[in-house]
């Protein structure tokens, strides 16, 4: 296939990688000319460190399928697939989608990699708004292979389909979402624990390392390989419907204790900072975010090797 | 040390190769006179599958330093730290409590495995009751390594900090809780997000399959290596501060969606359950564990490797 890359920032870099390893043809482009070129670069350095832990196998050929364009004409020419990866700014998103449905062939899907904004919000106007949807990462792509598909309420169920098709074809596991809804699942699960585990520690039941540890040496093993639904199915005799009634009533006793809407206040943010301070000093926070891509990827290979 | 294990079930054992693992003595006792050889049998079973797993050097070091006792007299002569593995009924814990307390030396901790009954529940009226608490493990506790500790009002800080040290030295990884809550932290966050895993897919958003696919290929691997904190620490460029005031209105407004407090409808529970009996039918249950517990051993030896 041909895939088009619009928007060279550190979204569509890595995508570029994940549609390349997956053996298709890549072009990208970007609104500031100078931006592609400097986006190779970072993409060659990515590719070694995938190389150095075992997670391609032909670094040559996958930077091989990779090409620059300098016009938006240019990249949507014969372009089967469109992942545009432009800043999180609605109006961004109104004047690309508008233009790339005005210039694409007609049957090229246009997928957005919006974290935050419905694709109602961007399509609504346009002549082939049922060829848009959201594609939405989790970064890098290329090691965290989630992708959650969300069309508008005018996306064609086969546009919806083929995508899943493509992110599956490369590796990728799609997720479909019926309906558009705030910060799709991921981040409303993620949203809906933070909650908890700020409330918890801004009333002093536990600091923010001892929850971590809660999770990480605990309740985040089992997810990071069945999920939340597959661990309750397996954690009761006779599977999940056993598991919710019997702890049902739990539960339901917690989750009156778990209703505030408020904001996170200044105060419970300031001690959570400063106790992560404690653990991880500022100037260290660069060299840890390369300690955690380099566990990332150990990760992918072990669970890789595990499957 | 010596240790007393008191209830020799599925946690019991779990909890004998844990500290004999750690090179301490451990004595056995149940109510049941014939259940502390039964347990020997299982824990041997356990420990062949750490052995081929490379969790283990020495198994059969590790089972000689377990024995039964044939009373709670017995398990309890000469104990350092005593942990309470019985069901999770409040009658139960009351009368043995009582009972340890009345024969274990003065010096000797009392620990719960309780997951959901708060200390002070069952040893207010004891004399030794600066002496009890809780160690909540996960099961199996050789291979998940959190063990929540919290204790009553009235437990003494000392006993608290030397519970800490000996899970410590045994290789796992305690978690101080401040204050009793329902639920300890562990079980409040599972119940934040399975609040609004079974929302989403009531409402249509998601099917099962595809939520567990969201957190077991995206948001569950980070968390297996580092926890929500660390995760949010790292995840914008000036650290945890940063990324909840930039996210605090995105996360405040998904709130508002997620305040029921009504128990799990009995239509969500069975259309859970619908949903993963074609992802899994109901006589592979029993298969599917035994590959959850091989995935949590090949997990806990990639962890080991990695740090």
Redesign the interface.
């Known amino acids: 296939m041909n895939i088009a890359i619009v928007g060279s920032g550190l979204v569509g870099q890595a995508w570029a990688i994940v549609f390349a390893r997956g053996g298709h043809h890549v072009k990208m482009w970007d609104g500031d000319p100078s931006a592609v070129a400097g986006a190779a670069t970072l993409i060659k350095k990515q590719v070694a460190d995938l190389q150095a832990a075992g997670l391609i196998d032909d670094p040559v050929g996958l930077i091989a399928r990779i090409s620059g364009c300098a016009t938006l004409e240019d990249v949507l020419l014969g372009a089967d697939y469109v992942q545009e990866s432009l800043p999180e700014r609605l109006e961004m998103k109104k004047e690309i989608f508008a233009k790339m449905d005005a210039l694409a062939p007609s049957a090229t899907i246009l997928a957005s990699s919006t974290s935050?904004i419905p694709a109602s919000a961007f399509t609504e106007g346009l002549p082939g708004r049922a060829r848009c949807l959201i594609a939405h990462p989790?970064n890098p792509p290329y090691?965290?292979?989630?992708v959650?598909i969300c069309g508008a309420p005018w996306t064609d169920a086969q546009v919806v389909q083929r995508t899943w098709d493509v992110m599956e074809g490369v590796g990728q596991?799609?997720?479909?979402?019926?309906?558009e809804?705030?910060?799709f699942?991921?981040?409303?699960?993620?949203?809906?624990?933070?909650?908890?585990?700020f409330r918890?520690v801004e009333q002093?039941?536990?600091?923010?390392?001892?929850?971590?540890?809660?999770?990480?040496?605990?309740?985040?093993?089992?997810?990071?390989?069945?999920?939340?639904?597959?661990t309750?199915?397996?954690n009761a005799p006779?599977?999940?419907?056993d598991y919710?009634?019997r702890f049902?009533?739990?539960?339901?006793?917690?989750?009156?204790?778990?209703?505030?809407?408020?904001?996170?206040s200044e105060a419970v943010?300031?001690k959570?900072?400063s106790q992560?301070?404690t653990?991880?000093p500022?100037d260290q926070?660069l060299a840890?975010?390369l300690w955690?891509d380099r566990?990332?990827m150990?990760?992918a290979a072990?669970k890789k090797s595990?499957e």
């Open positions: 935050s989790v090691l965290v292979p989630v959650e596991k799609p997720v479909k979402i019926h309906r809804l705030k910060g699942v991921l981040n409303r699960l993620q949203g809906a624990l933070l909650r908890e585990a918890l002093g039941y536990v600091d923010a390392e001892g929850l971590d540890v809660t999770v990480r040496e605990g309740l985040g093993l089992r997810w990071s390989f069945m999920g939340p639904f597959e309750i199915d397996l006779d599977g999940l419907a919710a009634r049902n009533d739990m539960y339901q006793s917690i989750s009156t204790e778990q209703t505030s809407t408020e904001p996170w943010i300031e959570l900072e992560r301070r653990v991880l500022k926070l840890r975010r955690r566990r990332l150990a990760l072990h595990a």
